[in-house]
């Protein structure tokens, strides 16, 4: 079945440790994202790559990064993790920028 | 005023019920709307997807968009436990905007 996988489901770091969350998927979509979702929230857009255009959203801090080597593939880069930034993070890929997305089932990400 | 609204609840009701979430929206532009089912430390699931207004029905699942009104809908049919979850409502125009998401309980 075409979807989205993310890699892992949970990670734990240490504050100011550098992680890398990874995000694949084989539904060969142009549009790949990446949202934070914090407890009873909704999620929220952190920055999306359309092909390899890489698109920040205004109010990102610049702790994130994300690469995608290829069209399967994109990462997030958070360079010094604050205890603010323990949530869940998931990922999502859409044909464009207008149409549904699909989800992966989350990386829960701990910051000790 | 937000993008998109929607009543975050909590809604609690009996098996059986029917359900009914909305969102409304101030964008006059979105043209692509959908409802997503989140259940607890998962990702969201696509459950409905309509273009324009109009009415869709999947099995229990009846998704519903008044453009006119900048207002949409999700009825659920004879409520189950397993449709106990979080729904959010996202819309989309050049932009992609989610609801806050409304925390549905069916009660056994």
């Known amino acids: 079945d075409a979807m989205v996988i993310q890699n892992p489901r949970y990670q734990v770091t240490q504050f100011g440790k550098p992680v890398t969350l990874s995000c694949s998927q084989t539904?060969?979509?142009?549009?790949m994202y990446w949202y934070q979702q914090k407890s009873s929230q909704a999620p929220k857009l952190l920055f999306h790559y359309y092909d390899k255009d890489f698109n920040n959203e205004a109010d990102t801090p610049d702790n994130f990064q994300s690469r995608r080597p290829n069209t399967s593939f994109c990462f997030l880069d958070i360079r010094s993790p604050g205890l603010g930034d323990a949530a869940m993070y998931l990922c999502a890929t859409s044909r464009g920028t207008t149409y549904e997305q699909y989800f992966g089932p989350g990386t829960r990400l701990t910051v000790t | 005023q937000k993008e998109v609204e929607q009543d975050p609840g909590p809604l609690s009701v009996p098996e059986g019920a029917i359900v009914s979430l909305n969102c409304t929206y101030s964008?006059?532009?979105?043209?692509?709307f959908m409802w997503y089912r989140q259940y607890s430390r998962k990702g969201p699931e696509l459950l409905m997807y309509t273009y324009s207004s109009g009415n869709k029905e999947d099995g229990r699942f009846t998704a519903q968009v008044d453009k006119s009104s900048k207002y949409i809908s999700l009825f659920i049919r004879d409520s189950q436990p397993s449709d106990s979850a979080t729904y959010l409502c996202?819309?989309?125009?050049?932009?992609?905007?989610f609801g806050t998401g409304t925390s549905l309980t069916v009660i056994p």
């Open positions: 996202a819309m989309s125009g050049n932009q992609f905007y």
């Open positions: 964008n006059s532009a979105f043209q692509y």
């Open positions: 539904l060969n979509h142009n549009v």
